[in-house]
T-cell receptor
Framework: DAKTTQPPSMDCAEGRAANLPCNHS???????VYWYRQIHSQGPQYIIH???NNETNEMASLIITEDRKSSTLILPHATLRDTAVYYC????????????FGTGTRLTIIP | NAGVTQTPKFQVLKTGQSMTLQCAQD?????MYWYRQDPGMGLRLIYY???????DKGEVPNGYNVSRLNKREFSLRLESAAPSQTSVYFC???????????????FGPGTRLLVL
């Protein structure tokens, strides 16, 4: 699986959009980008995933560059409950393939 | 529907003691996983089970054994606990394969283990 690079930490003001970047320059054509988050030592929670098109769901939007070497997770209106560690993971799109977690980005929402 | 459950929530062991961490899911999932997370680190895969009756090593299997007792349950055993195994242990499961990339892993609440 391709490796990812994320900034170790970011701050965002409450109510603003939080933009979390991820580099995955060695991604293969059949690999998807997944985002998970972990709130205060709870089990990780799935947020969103995508292959090459931009994706949006009720939690977030995912923007993937045309060359697929990087992506950005967008939380449109961050709240204090979005404070968490966010993990960007690249893997093939088979459901039972294992996830490889890096150290993620610790996002702190500032009141 | 309780999702993924883990017992115990907390455990303190002395070096050399043994214990089994229990995980169960009621979602009829095929694949189950055990991860550990050390302070300030991401999760690392210990073992996984793609289906009932099969198990495979992950990234950090040394010092652990697993049993896929049935489709619902996947246990992790420490035969002789060491301080280096102090960690938070997460169990996860995933819906049956074949439905494609939208399948995601569902995680349990974790077991916090301290080995003295």
């Amino acid at each position: 699986d391709a490796k990812t690079t994320q900034p170790p930490s970011m701050d965002c003001a409450e109510g603003r959009a939080a933009n979390l970047p991820c580099n995955h320059s060695t991604i293969s054509g059949n690999e998807y980008v997944y985002w998970y988050r972990q709130i205060h030592s709870q089990g990780p929670q799935y947020i969103i995933h995508g292959l090459k098109n931009n994706e949006t769901n009720e939690m977030a939007s995912l923007i993937i560059t045309e060359d697929r070497k990087s992506s950005t997770l967008i939380l449109p209106h961050a709240t204090l409950r979005d404070t968490a560690v966010y993990y960007c993971i690249v893997k093939r799109g088979f459901g039972n393939e294992k996830l490889t977690f890096g150290t993620g980005t610790r996002l702190t929402i500032i009141p | 529907n309780a999702g993924v459950t883990q017992t115990p929530k907390f455990q303190v062991l002395k070096t050399g003691q043994s214990m089994t961490l229990q995980c169960a899911q009621d979602m009829n999932h095929n694949s189950m996983y055990w991860y550990r997370q050390d302070p300030g680190m991401g999760l690392r895969l210990i073992y996984y089970s793609a289906s009932e009756g099969t198990t495979d090593k992950g990234e950090v299997p040394n010092g652990y054994n697993v049993s896929r007792l049935n489709k619902r349950e996947f246990s992790l055993r420490l035969e002789s606990a060491a301080p280096s195994q102090t960690s938070v242990y997460f169990c996860a499961s995933i819906p049956p394969s074949g439905r494609g990339p939208q399948e995601t892993q569902y995680f349990g609440p974790g077991t916090r283990l301290l080995v003295l």
